[in-house]
């Protein structure tokens, strides 16, 4: 499961209904989150047991001629899901997209 929140608004949210046919708020995946972007940043967080958490800042917009989403850039080595350590191997963009 994961949800999306505006940093500047975190009862303003967009959760994953599709676990929950009950679930209320807006659907993360049909979401439109460009208008809060555009704002500021926007919260994301995955896997709620272990809660993953990434700020996302829009920088610029572009027009992309590729299947989305894609991945422009990163850094670092990151971590393995579930509370499993530090991986060794650097940031490998290609592998990410």
């Keep these: 499961m994961y949800g999306f929140?505006?940093?500047w608004n975190?009862?303003?949210t967009y959760d994953d209904t599709s676990?929950?046919?009950y679930a209320e708020g807006t659907d993360a995946a049909t979401a439109q989150i460009l208008p809060d972007l555009q704002k500021g940043t926007v919260q994301y967080t995955y896997d709620f047991g272990e809660s993953w958490d990434h700020?996302?800042?829009l920088e610029?917009?572009?027009d992309v001629k590729r299947p989305l989403?894609?991945?422009l850039a990163g850094r670092g080595a990151g971590?393995?899901?579930d509370g499993l350590g530090v991986r060794?191997?650097?940031f490998d963009l290609d592998a990410v997209n």
Excluded: G
């Design 10 to 12: 975190r009862e303003l």
């Design 55 to 57: 700020r996302i800042q």
């Design 88 to 90: 060794e191997e650097a």
């Design 60 to 62: 610029e917009t572009r």
């Design 79 to 81: 971590f393995y899901e």
């Design 19 to 21: 676990a929950d046919p």
């Design 5 to 7: 929140y505006p940093a």
């Design 69 to 71: 989403p894609i991945c």
